[in-house]
């Protein structure tokens, strides 16, 4: 793993940490020895590993998440990529602390590349306002995903500006009060 690729994400949090003023146990990177756990229960719980490629979840916000998920499909909704977050509270309202992942690409037979951090719902609206303000600090426009600590949701956001909702526990109305 290259120097950047190890050292951005605690940049990042610091970043993160300072322009939200924010505490770093209300928004922190996963600890290393978390992670691989963590990934792979999200996968297991929610990436689609039916199709022969684009397995994984860097896909999953586009192409589908898992059939068992698929079953708990709340819907797909066009948002505006720098204002949808502020409606998180309402729409994970029984979740505090959450799993924040950013979708640094690559196919899952190349290695699937994710930052996870954790952080609690108020705090990642934050987040998401000063990342959205700042291209992801100079990233670009990434995807990324929002899943309950207990593994029963997951939303996602893609570069096409297309938020998902599988799960159990969300409250979709915002976006539906949007429609009307």
Known sequence: ??????TFPYFLER?????CN???DRFHKVRGNQWKGIYQTITENFADKTKTWKNGLHWANTNGYSPKSMKNLIGCYSVDYATWFHHLPQIAPEDDMVYFLIDRGNYWYEGEHFWIFESG?????????????????????????????????????????????VGKGLNPECFLEAKN
């Open 22 to 24: 924010i505490s770093k």
């Open 121 to 165: 719902i108020l705090e990642l609206t934050k987040v998401l306002s000063v990342l959205n303000e700042s291209a992801f600090l100079d990233l670009g426009w990434l995807d990324y995903y929002i899943v309950s600590k207990k593994y029963k949701w997951i939303i996602g956001f893609n570069h096409h500006d297309v938020v998902s909702l």
């Open 15 to 19: 970043e993160l940490l300072q322009k």
């Open 1 to 6: 793993m290259s120097g950047l690729k190890k």
